[in-house]
């Protein structure tokens, strides 16, 4: 497994009923059940040649507690924790809102607009872990939600980074965060984008709060 799939198992609690919804090979499913940290697994994908490679993966042995499930989405699948990860974050907002029974325990990783993700997650959820982790090249934000009752409220930051990120920050995050000060630095050497502009100055923000200028 990669550092990415560890984290993401790291981050999977124990649980009765787990869905690896967009599994693909299947790796964090498995893992959870060989490490009994799920009881049972819903192997989930759109794709069934994707599936398929979850179902060639998965030992024999755990034939009895893995179902796979060739749909888009959870649709009326139950689970009391879902891992939704590789795949974009509008993708992922998608994936929630259709589903019928929304799982209590999300451990989710967007590809792309982990923002909106956040967004999302304050109707229903309460964000419990929200970091980042790298293998060296890409940057991976990794969400973990509860259910709650209440609406959160997140500041821009908190928005933008992640609170986790902020508060307990880790080499990753700040090596990612002077990465992106240098990438939108050289565009606005280029030209002049108010965009590009304000994304600047959030991360500028962010690294004074984590004290990561390099
Ligand atoms: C890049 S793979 C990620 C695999 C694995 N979750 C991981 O993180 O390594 C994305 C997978 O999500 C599946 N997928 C995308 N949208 C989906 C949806 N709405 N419902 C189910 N599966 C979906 C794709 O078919 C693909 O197999």
Redesign the pocket.
């Known amino acids: 497994m990669s550092k990415r799939?560890d984290k993401?198992l790291a981050l999977v609690g124990k649980c009765e009923v787990l869905a690896?919804?967009?599994?693909?090979?299947g790796?964090?499913g498995i893992e959870a059940l060989r490490t009994g940290k799920a009881r049972r697994v819903l192997f989930?994908?759109?794709?069934g040649l994707?599936l398929d490679k979850a179902r060639a993966n998965c030992p024999q042995e755990f034939a009895d507690r893995a179902r796979f499930v060739c749909?888009?989405?959870l649709g009326d699948l139950k689970a009391d924790c879902a891992?939704i990860?590789?795949?974009g974050g509008l993708?992922i907002i998608?994936?929630l809102d259709r589903a019928q029974f929304p799982p209590p325990y999300l451990v989710l990783?967007p590809n792309r607009n982990p923002r909106e993700v956040r967004d999302r997650l304050c109707e229903g959820y309460d964000i419990t872990y929200d970091g980042m982790t790298s293998d060296g090249k890409i940057f991976y934000n990794m969400i973990v939600a509860e259910r709650s009752d209440k609406t959160s409220d997140l500041s821009l930051l908190e928005r933008e980074f992640g609170k986790t990120n902020l508060y307990c920050p880790t080499e990753d995050f700040r090596l990612y965060l002077n990465k992106e000060r240098a990438k939108l630095t050289k565009i606005l050497s280029g030209c002049s984008d108010p965009k590009v502009s304000d994304r600047l100055a959030l991360v500028e923000r962010a690294l004074s709060a984590v004290g990561g200028q390099q």
């Open positions: 799939l993401l690896d919804v967009g599994c693909d090979h790796y964090v989930v994908d759109v794709s994707s749909r888009d989405g891992v990860a590789g795949m993708e998608s994936i990783q």
